[in-house]
């Protein structure tokens, strides 16, 4: 949505071949965007519609789950959780837990079968170069150790699954959303096992 009608025309034309709203016939050499065809079919689009109708319910399932798997984790010694500003603007597929140490982070994943989340792959920014590559371009550091401070934070962090089970994430242990509670109470079990033995 925008109030812009130059923004409005730039972004059809994206979506559509470089093509201005509302036209008629052929428009070779007039276009001034290089749109790349993301028009939705209607295929596409009945099951989006479909899609749609179920999203209200597995939003609020996935809160519901995450919020039964942070109650059966309790208070762990030695682990904090995220605090997100917005919990009712979140999704839920994630549970971030944060450790005092790298090190006891690195412990606790391997004994779940996961990883730190600065270990999970391409989701931080040391792994992504268009990240980096628009940082430089900005004249911003742009490699991987500029940011010690997040760096730190990403080391001793595990992502906990509610919903999205992918260690390219971090998220290689947890829950599911279709996780009965005795699931749940194992998989709390389980974690704070793991959290018990690193951090003494």
Known sequence: MTNSRELYERAFAFHDQGHTPHRAGVEI?????????????ELTAAIALAQLRKLDRLVATLRDK???????LGDVPGVRYRTLPDPDGECA?????????ADQAAEVAARLNTTTVAQSGWHVYGNMEHVLEFLKDHGRPHEKGSYPRTDDILARAINLSVGVVDRGIGAGFGINVNSTEDEIRHAASTFRDAAAAAVQ
Do not use: D
């Open 29 to 41: 050499g007039h276009r001034k965007t290089l749109g790349l065809n993301f028009r939705m079919n």
């Open 66 to 72: 995450k919020r039964r798997f942070r109650e059966a």
């Open 93 to 101: 597929t994630l549970l971030a837990v944060l450790f005092e140490s």
